[in-house]
């Protein structure tokens, strides 16, 4: 009788379950708490949630609650997973198709009567995104995440309600889970000796490390795909926040808004959006009786083009918070003394009226920085659920006014014309601003802009689109701000945060032409990435690649990969241009196949030439990799180099120090660095960003000996390429007749951070096949060279040099006059081998695909 009596009962409890559902066994608290789950209060001292496990977390609350809805976007770029948690009411979370197209509409209002519009606003739900973490040390955004969700899951008062029945909340628990995997298993690997709380010796994230924030633009790390769907495309949130770490030793937490100077082409109602939520987040800040907030300085309104930077012109509220840093999991004590102002609009560490109240010192923890981002997180959801018609109805403002000025202003609308010096690297730039979500046009017939007639094939992009500012900062020639807000009181320069221009079709080297009136003809407009596929045309002595695309050399490395023969033109001749390749023979379901992966044509060579050619050979390439928290430019490179396929090795100190290198190597790659990191000598200017107390086993240099070994790899016949600031090594270590011409100038005598100047190539230099007569090249940290007069003049070649005037495309260049007709890329003879310096960022970030050619020569004979 007590068995069929609890029968009973449990049925009229399974009963009551089914009838009541979900929330009520949500009322009975039957979510899995973060402390119970993990072990331990997120955030305490020395300990560190890995990913693996928050992953488990979410997919768990994911069972436990119909609040919430668990995504997983895909593999990160080692095969992690990358989640997004989408957390709202039930019934928004089962009406999200219905909720997305009315949140499409607003973004996007074109065509839309006023009438609906209001219904929209009135019926629609803010959409807010945040995420955490980006930059994997700053691990405080991952390690609060599961507690918001929690409460959000968990609290039934009236303002958790409001922000579950007006809110969507996009949440990316970690927008790097790689890098989140590498700082936590080093924090436990070093936990309890010296070097606990010590930063990653190599880059946390595999190509970009600390750069992955600057891929808002040309989204080539598979992490930033990921975000561009969610925010650029298929959601397009009101407000966003990025959640970091700084430095320790100044304010606690910075919140919005930006500073001064302010990047142009915004809608007006962005940079309000930031000072009101940021208000908000402040006041919420003060109330919980948090000390060292600041705000409206520091972190400038024009910088580089990552998420929180670029998200504004998208017409997303973009914003930012930095936490004071720990000794990631743990804690650091500061002095009062210790604790320093110095930045954009913060000159000393005291009380001003965007930082009222500042903290004191002491211990500093990783709890302290979970509680401050809670409580960030949770007042911008508050804010946007307390006004949640405001909010949609500014979206629909930014983008009807957006759309309007573009409408009205000038020019209208930029032209991407069919015919290109390289048309699959055009290809590209236009797959990426789909990417971006800008609406782009391509005619089916030939149409006339201005007096100017373009083909069949061409590509519209009018400014009369929500995403006018994107498109302005992205195709606009531009011009940095140089005003009281850019120089200080002695009217020195300040340097730019990151870069001074982001023009996409400038570092991509694709012609674009702005005009003053909207195309008309016949065009479609684009809705999936433009197919590149390149065809394979018989009949004649073999085939022809064309050396003016950066594909055929990946097309070029494929099929020598396969065992087949390739050859390369060094004369022009029988229509065949110097750098062109062509293939004589090979199976042709090959071919087919790099035709197809590649994009690039090979096109029917009639008649094979006799003179003026050579067989190519792929180069064993080696690329220099030091420890002191990696190498961003060296991980770039690695990036490009696979995405073109080029094989290459990692070269570690020990192998270069052991010497003959020529025995594996024909080509060696220093990346960009100063003279003491590749020595393993830490100049003081770099103490402040590298710390020095990582194990003995991290602290690289290749020393004396390997300067050794690498001279004796030169003159032997190997080549020693140098990128950007490693030029000086080479000049200094190998003793060549060059000058670095930049060294020594002060910021108001020379200034360039992060431009586009203007240079000739000389596209008759092997180095140079392939590329324009004139053209671009990114200067970021670069140089420029004079070859000193001496007896062996005949050593050194100049293959690239900038203009005799008028330098500047875009970003910001004081003292013109010293880079007057300087040698950019230089090469030096070396015993039997060669150096080649050069200057500029060739490969920058993997985005600056105009010069990309000037190292693929250098990676082949």
């Known amino acids: 009788m007590k068995s069929l009596s609890r029968f009973y009962t449990w049925l009229a409890v399974l009963l009551l379950i089914v009838t009541l559902g979900t929330p009520y066994m949500e009322a009975q608290e039957n979510i899995t708490s973060p402390d119970e789950y993990f072990g331990f209060q997120l955030g305490s001292d020395r300990n560190i949630a890995r990913w693996d496990k928050i992953v488990a977390y979410y997919q768990m609350l994911g069972t436990q609650s119909d609040k919430l809805k668990v995504i997983d976007m895909g593999p990160s770029t080692m095969g992690n997973p990358f989640l997004l948690v989408i957390i709202s009411s039930p019934d928004n979370l089962a009406n999200l198709d219905r909720l997305q197209e009315m949140n499409a509409k607003l973004s996007d209002p074109r065509g839309i009567a006023e009438a609906e519009i209001n219904k929209l606003v009135k019926e629609g739900k803010a959409v807010i995104c945040q995420s955490m973490s980006l930059h994997a040390t700053e691990i405080g955004g991952a390690q609060m995440a599961p507690e918001l969700t929690y409460d959000l899951l968990t609290r039934t008062d009236e303002e958790t309600q409001r922000i579950l029945n007006n809110v969507i909340f996009f949440l990316i628990p970690s927008f790097n889970p790689d890098g989140q995997i590498m700082v936590t298993d080093w924090y436990y690997k070093t936990k309890g000796t010296d070097f606990e709380g010590t930063n990653l010796p190599w880059l946390y994230h595999k190509y970009a490390g600390h750069d992955n924030n600057r891929d808002g633009d040309f989204i080539n790390l598979v992490e930033s795909v990921y975000a561009a769907k969610i925010m650029y495309r298929d959601w397009v949130p009101q407000a966003y926040i990025d959640h970091h770490h700084m430095g320790s030793y100044g304010a606690r937490f910075y919140v919005p808004p930006y500073g001064e100077p302010m990047r142009p082409y915004a809608d007006p109602l962005i940079w309000r959006e930031h000072a009101w939520y940021g208000a908000h987040i402040a006041y919420k800040l003060e109330e919980k009786g948090k000390a060292g907030i600041l705000n409206a300085a520091q972190y400038p309104g024009w910088g580089h083009f990552g998420w929180h930077w670029i998200t504004p012109f998208h017409n997303i509220a973009g914003m930012l918070t930095e936490s004071a840093s720990a000794k990631l999991a743990t804690p650091l004590f500061i002095h009062p003394e210790q604790l320093r102002g110095g930045a954009r609009q913060f000159p000393r560490y005291e009380a001003q009226t965007t930082f009222p109240n500042p903290w004191e010192g002491g211990w500093w923890r990783l709890r302290d920085i979970v509680e401050q981002k809670k409580i960030s997180a949770w007042a911008l959801l508050d804010l946007a659920a307390r006004n949640k018609e405001t909010v949609l109805r500014n979206a629909y403002l930014k983008a009807k006014r957006q759309s309007e000025r573009g409408a009205s202003g000038s020019p209208r609308g930029y032209v991407v014309p069919f015919v290109q010096h390289d048309p699959l690297t055009a290809y590209k730039m236009i797959n990426t601003l789909l990417l971006s979500g800008i609406e782009i046009k391509q005619a089916h017939t030939g149409f006339t802009v201005a007096g100017v007639t373009y083909p069949t094939g061409s590509f519209f992009i009018t400014l009369a689109q929500p995403k006018m500012g994107l498109i302005r900062n992205l195709l606009g020639r531009t011009f940095y701000a140089d005003n009281d807000w850019t120089r200080d009181k002695n009217g020195i320069p300040l340097r730019p945060y990151d870069l001074a221009t982001h023009t996409m079709y400038e570092f991509m080297g694709v012609r674009v032409d702005p005009v003053e009136m909207e195309a008309e003809g016949d065009f479609q407009v684009l809705t999936d990435q433009l197919p590149i596929s390149g065809k394979v045309n018989s009949g004649g002595e073999g085939y022809v690649l064309d050396g003016r695309l950066n594909a055929s050399f990946k097309a070029v490395n494929l099929l020598l990969d396969k065992g087949i023969e390739v050859h390369r033109v060094d004369k022009a001749a029988q229509g065949l241009l110097p750098g062109d390749f062509f293939v004589l023979n090979g199976p042709q379901a090959v071919l087919e196949d790099v035709a197809k992966e590649t994009g690039v044509d090979l096109k029917l060579l009639p008649k094979r030439p006799q003179q ?108 020693l390429i140098t990128l950007g600031e490693a030029g000086s090594f080479a000049i200094e270590k190998f003793g060549l007749n060059i000058r670095s011409v930049l060294d020594n100038l ?36 670069s140089q420029a060279y004079a070859i000193n007069p001496g007896q062996h003049n005949e050593s050194y070649d100049s293959v690239v040099r900038f203009k005799k005037n008028d330098i500047l495309q875009s970003g910001w260049l004081i003292g013109e006059e010293h880079l ?42």
């Not at 950019?824 to 015993?831: D, I, N, Y």
């Open 612 to 719: 003026g050619i050579h067989q190519v050979k792929g180069m064993r390439l080696g690329m220099y990799q030091r420890y002191w928290g990696g190498n961003m430019d060296e991980g770039w490179t690695r990036l490009v180099l696979e995405q073109f396929a080029f094989p290459y090795t990692s070269l570690k100190d020990a192998e270069i120090k052991k010497g003959n290198l020529n025995k594996k190597y024909d080509v060696i790659i220093l990346p960009s660095d100063s003279t003491g990191m590749i020595l393993g000598e830490i100049p003081a200017a770099y103490r402040r960003y590298v710390p020095t107390e990582f194990p003995p086993e991290y602290r690289s240099g290749i020393g004396q000996e390997g300067i050794a070994a690498l001279k004796a790899f030169v003159r032997a016949g190997g080549t």
């Open 820 to 861: 007057v007709n300087k040698p950019a890329l230089v090469t030096a003879s070396f015993g039997k081998g060669r150096l080649i310096l050069y200057g500029f960022r060739t490969q920058h970030r993997s985005q600056a695909h105009g010069t990309f050619k000037l190292l693929f020569n250098a990676l082949i004979r």
């Open 746 to 781: 002060k910021p108001e005598e020379f200034f360039c951070a992060g431009s586009t100047l203007k240079v000739k190539f000389d596209n008759q230099h092997p180095l140079a096949y392939g590329m324009p007569s004139e053209g671009y090249v990114v200067f970021y940290g």
